[in-house]
């Protein structure tokens, strides 16, 4: 079997962003433990299938929150009932504090190799009006205590188009990441989502309308691109070849195993999710199929939002077959206006056509 991903979904926050709407409750000690053996007994059944996984990812949520001691004991059980190859990258996300000592302390001892920091803003204004808790001087702290276990490969997030955010304040923002040398940025636009206190006093936020939106966007990854980061995928960027590798288990439309409330997996051929509950999920609910994975549409679509895009040679090599005549005479027509880069070989968006992405990538899927 071909080495897969292993996603963890950890539902604790201390509070919930007002942006936010990932998966999450409230936390107790009592919580965690429970939620903590459940995974592990889950983690169990996995042993009979003979699993190898090469990317580990414990996302969320808030992960730094089970503490170094539980992600210990749940990679302890993977390390017996799954092979872990050697070079596995395993990823943590956390929010960025001084008091990570012992958290990641622990996810050193566990293996643990690459954090994922919650930055969002260099700017305190912008911070306060998301609802984040942190300051800058936490990053570079919780940077500071990650390079002094061991781990040096860190990314930071950083959202765009979020309040009082402008052009000035953005470079704010990108001269940290500059100063602060991250492997990885993850650069994100402000989506307000229903449900979320955002969604409900969205007509008073003082945001970036679509066009401000997709000014930021540019000149985010234009100057992370001088700043030595390679844009590899729509969100992300890279220095010295370090993507990410779990996610790009998504964007290959590869398999993996998602685990937790409101996790996703792609297994065995077939999609799957675990309901939106930590109830459920501690009683043993098994999660719902969804659909068969891994068509031709659907590996199109994910590889679209990667910067080579889709090629001729990937897709004889998946599925027997290159880029359809359709698509390509389809994606001619975005070629002009700089949307879309077209060859023989290759279909692949520029950054201006990855503002567009999902109306450019349906149109090239419709019948």
């Known amino acids: 079997m071909k080495s897969i991903g292993i996603y963890i979904h950890v539902p604790f926050c201390r509070g919930k962003c007002p942006y936010c709407d990932f998966y999450s409750v409230n936390l107790s000690e009592q919580l965690i433990t429970a939620y903590t053996d459940e995974t592990i007994r889950r983690i169990h059944e996995l042993k009979p299938y003979e699993v190898t996984a090469d990317t580990i990812y414990f996302g969320g949520g808030t992960p730094s929150l089970l503490g170094g001691y539980n992600i210990e004991r749940i990679m302890s059980e993977l390390n017996k009932c799954v092979k872990i190859t050697s070079n596995a990258e395993i990823t943590v996300e956390a929010n960025p504090s001084s008091d990570l000592g012992e958290f990641l302390h622990g996810c050193s001892a566990a293996g643990v190799n690459r954090l994922s920091l919650g930055m969002q803003s260099a700017v305190p204004r912008e911070l306060a009006a998301i609802g984040r808790r942190h ?61 979320t206190p955002f969604y409900d006093v969205r007509n008073s936020l003082i945001i970036p309308d679509d066009d401000g939106m997709a000014d930021l966007y540019k000149q985010a990854f234009s100057t992370l691109e001088g700043f030595g980061y390679s844009q590899y995928e729509i969100s992300n960027a890279a220095r010295n070849g370090k993507i990410s590798r779990h996610n790009m288990k998504y964007w290959n439309c590869d398999e993996y195993i998602g685990l937790g409330p409101a996790a996703h997996g792609f297994f065995m051929g077939k999609r799957y999710f675990f309901g939106r509950s930590l109830t459920d999920y501690l009683n043993g609910v098994r999660p719902k199929f969804d659909c068969p994975g891994g068509a031709a549409d659907e590996y199109i679509m994910l590889r679209l939002r990667l910067a080579e895009g889709i090629t001729e040679s990937g897709m004889k090599e998946r599925f027997n077959h290159g880029i359809s005549e359709k698509i390509r005479h389809k994606a001619k027509k975005y070629e002009k206006p700089g949307l879309c880069r077209c060859s023989a070989e290759e279909i692949a968006l520029t950054r201006k056509g990855m503002l567009v992405s999902n109306y450019i990538i349906a149109d090239l899927l419709s019948d």
């Open 135 to 195: 300051s800058p001087d936490d990053v570079l702290s919780a940077m500071e205590r990650a390079h002094s276990v061991g781990i040096d490969n860190i990314s930071l997030d950083l959202m765009l188009g979020i309040p009082y955010q402008t052009s000035d304040s953005l470079n704010t923002s990108l001269e940290f990441i500059s100063q602060s040398a991250p492997s990885h940025v993850s650069a994100y636009m402000l989506k307000i989502e229903e449900g």
